[in-house]
T-cell receptor, first 115, second 112 residues
Framework: GAGVSQSPSNKVTEKGKDVELRCDPISGHTALYWYRQSLGQGLEFLIYFQGNSAPDKSGLPSDRFSAERTGGSVSTLTIQRTQQEDSAVYLC?????????????FGPGTRLTVT | GDSVTQMEGPVTLSEEAFLTINCTYTATGYPSLFWYVQYPGEGLQLLLKATKADDKGSNKGFEATYRKETTSFHLEKGSVQVSDSAVYFCALRPGSARQLTFGSGTQLTVLP
């Protein structure tokens, strides 16, 4: 079946612009995660959605970052007023949280470059 | 807080050599432990996992044993292949959380 998909695969933007990154999780997966992979910081957790519960935003680095998940499926990560330090690969993952299941399936990522 | 310390790379081996990538962790409670692999140009894939002390995870010839006494989860393979060239990430999931905490990754290159 289809895996986690992300778009765009690459995004180049100017400093100060807003960007939106999209994630389509595996159908039926109730949990969705965003991570960031950068040279200096490795792989960092950003935000987690589970069903209709309030998201866990504890990993968001600043208030310029926000995310939403519509209809329990597609998610959008928005970065406002981008800075050069936001350049990274943004990874989305989903999992089927049922009966203790928690394996996370990752998408290919969106490479964001802020110039 | 929770953290994962991973052997720094890059690691370069000849085909059929023995592989060990060290991973130690710091966590409260009883985390689940994972190894993920990222092949060139591809996304992260779960390689193996262990959910409690003394569990051994295994897949594709790779093994790792959850050692609570040494807080370690070292990755091993008896005979590596060129196709194993990738970046390997050790990760933990605390018992009370869903998100993963990753190590810094180890780049493995296997030469023919």
């Amino acid at each position: 079946g289809a895996g986690v998909s992300q778009s765009p695969s690459n995004k180049v933007t100017e400093k100060g612009k807003d960007v939106e990154l999209r994630c389509d999780p595996i159908s039926g997966h109730t949990a969705l995660y965003w991570y960031r992979q950068s040279l200096g910081q490795g792989l960092e957790f950003l935000i987690y959605f589970q069903g209709n519960s309030a998201p866990d935003k504890s990993g968001l680095p600043s208030d310029r970052f926000s995310a939403e998940r519509t209809g329990g499926s597609v998610s959008t990560l928005t970065i406002q007023r981008t800075q050069q330090e936001d350049s990274a690969v943004y990874l989305c993952a989903s999992s089927l949280v049922r009966d203790g299941g928690y394996e996370q399936y990752f998408g290919p990522g969106t490479r964001l470059t802020v110039t | 807080g929770d953290s994962v310390t991973q052997m720094e790379g890059p690691v370069t081996l000849s085909e059929e050599a023995f592989l060990t990538i060290n991973c130690t962790y710091t966590a409260t409670g009883y985390p689940s432990l994972f190894w993920y692999v990222q092949y060139p140009g591809e996304g992260l894939q779960l390689l193996l996992k262990a959910t409690k002390a003394d569990d051994k995870g295994s897949n594709k010839g790779f093994e790792a044993t959850y050692r609570k006494e040494t807080t370690s989860f070292h990755l091993e393979k008896g005979s590596v292949q060129v196709s194993d060239s990738a970046v390997y990430f050790c990760a933990l999931r605390p018992g009370s959380a869903r998100q993963l905490t990753f190590g810094s990754g180890t780049q493995l290159t296997v030469l023919p």
